[in-house]
């Protein structure tokens, strides 16, 4: 299994940013997907769910702004990201959860700064 | 503030065992599976154990619990490639989310 996140970078305050992440062994389509992230010497921070079902979740921070969404064709986890703020900066990771118990698998990441 | 709550930091020498904790409620420990992961060096997170399921590639040194509130990650026989941020993470119903512990920092010595 591999995730590889793709999508990161530099950006203002207020912009937009949609993240990838490609999966490869495993099928988005039939596993809950979960997007993680991590600041800059902080711990890790959970920020949104979507499981086989479609049924979707986020962290209070993010709710309303961004939005988690598949390509089941290109086997792909996307996280929408609207109305940006410095705090959004981090590290974000994909992971897959095994049968909505745990994070299994991990990406390497992909950072987002959110900087004018 | 983190929902769920681990020492901020465990030392510990080689070849000796310790013990991480994770505590949290009946909301989330009480009733669902904790996962935990080890970071090392702000790298990628790795699951090194949920439940007591012990993924492919990991230790056996490597061991977990849970009973009631709370969840326990044993490492028994320290290896200095062990030294990592640990952190638990499990769902939270109240919540409708997941929720991380605040990550504990292990040493090996």
């Known amino acids: 299994v591999q995730l590889v996140e793709s999508g990161g970078g530099l950006i203002q305050p207020g912009g937009s940013l949609r993240l990838s992440c490609a999966a490869s062994?495993?099928?988005?389509?039939?596993?809950?997907m979960s997007w993680v992230r991590q600041a800059a010497g902080k711990g890790l921070e959970w920020v949104s769910v979507?499981?086989?079902?479609?049924?979707?979740y986020y962290a209070d921070s993010v709710k309303g702004r961004f939005t988690i969404s598949r390509d089941n064709s290109k086997n792909t986890l996307y996280l929408q990201m609207n109305n940006v703020r410095a705090e959004d900066t981090a590290i974000y990771y994909c992971?897959?959860?095994?049968?909505?118990?745990?994070?299994?698998?991990w990406g390497q990441g992909t950072p987002v700064t959110v900087s004018s | 503030q983190s929902a769920l709550t681990q020492e901020a930091s465990v030392s510990g020498a080689v070849g000796q065992k310790v013990t991480l904790s994770c505590n949290g409620n009946?909301?989330?420990?009480?009733?669902?599976?904790v996962g935990w992961y080890q970071q090392i060096s702000h790298g990628a997170p790795k699951t090194v154990m949920f439940?007591?399921y012990l993924p492919p590639g990991i230790p056996d040194r490597f061991s977990g619990s849970q009973s009631g509130t709370t969840a326990s990650l044993t490492i028994s026989g320290l290896h200095p490639e062990d030294e990592a941020d640990y952190y638990c993470?499990?769902?939270?119903?109240?919540?409708?989310?997941?929720?991380f512990g605040g990550g504990t920092k292990l040493t090996v010595v």
């Open positions: 992971a897959s959860l095994v049968n909505g118990v745990a994070f299994d698998y």
């Open positions: 062994g495993l099928a988005v389509s039939r596993n809950y």
């Open positions: 979507l499981n086989s079902a479609d049924k979707i």
């Open positions: 009946s909301n989330n420990i009480g009733s669902y599976t």
């Open positions: 439940g007591d």
């Open positions: 993470s499990t769902w939270d119903y109240s919540l409708s989310a997941w929720v």
